[in-house]
């Protein structure tokens, strides 16, 4: 810790890797980098945030969280089969966590929020397992109808920022 403050924490993990790809713990990797690494990251983070206070954590999710599936007897994703469903999956926890810790912490002077900035022109989906109709279908989408990615980060900016947001 070098005892600086810290008042805004974004947590915006963007991976998707073709099923089978694991973490060193043995975590689905889309699921480790996405969300187990900011969440723990965040968890980490929270006396600092509390001693900063005001502060904020901002998830950052996905139009993508429609296809997330929550097994909670597989929260390590070993039965995912498609990367789409994996992206989705840690997509919809951002927003599901986001969420609860904002109840959470409330009194604490840590606010949390959760957003999605729309489809973005990235390179994401491009290094997916096209193999997958999903995939081919959001990579093709988000080319011909989605804003650039420098427009995307205003979504995760303002929650982090605008004064007149409140969790």
């Not at 600092?48 to 954590?57: H, M, N, T, W």
């Amino acid at each position: 810790s070098s005892g600086q403050p810290l008042h805004c924490l974004i947590n915006n993990g963007e991976l998707q890797t073709p099923p089978g790809a694991k973490t060193e713990d043995g975590s689905e990797m889309t699921l480790g980098v996405n969300f187990f690494g900011p969440f723990y990251l965040t968890q980490l983070l929270l006396p600092v945030l509390e001693s900063s206070a005001p502060s904020r954590v901002v998830r950052v999710s996905s139009p993508d969280e429609v296809l997330g599936e929550t097994h909670w007897d597989d929260v390590r994703g070993d039965g995912y089969v498609t990367d789409i469903t994996a992206y989705g999956t840690s997509k919809l926890w951002d927003l599901m966590v986001g969420l609860e810790m904002n109840e959470r912490l409330k009194g604490t002077g840590v606010e949390s929020f959760a957003c999605h900035p729309g489809m973005c022109r990235t390179d994401l989906f491009r290094k997916a397992d096209h193999d997958k109709m999903a995939t081919v279908i959001t990579d093709w989408a988000q080319w011909a109808g989605g804003q650039s990615a420098e427009s995307g980060a205003l979504a995760p900016l303002y929650c982090a920022t605008a004064p007149e947001l409140q969790g």
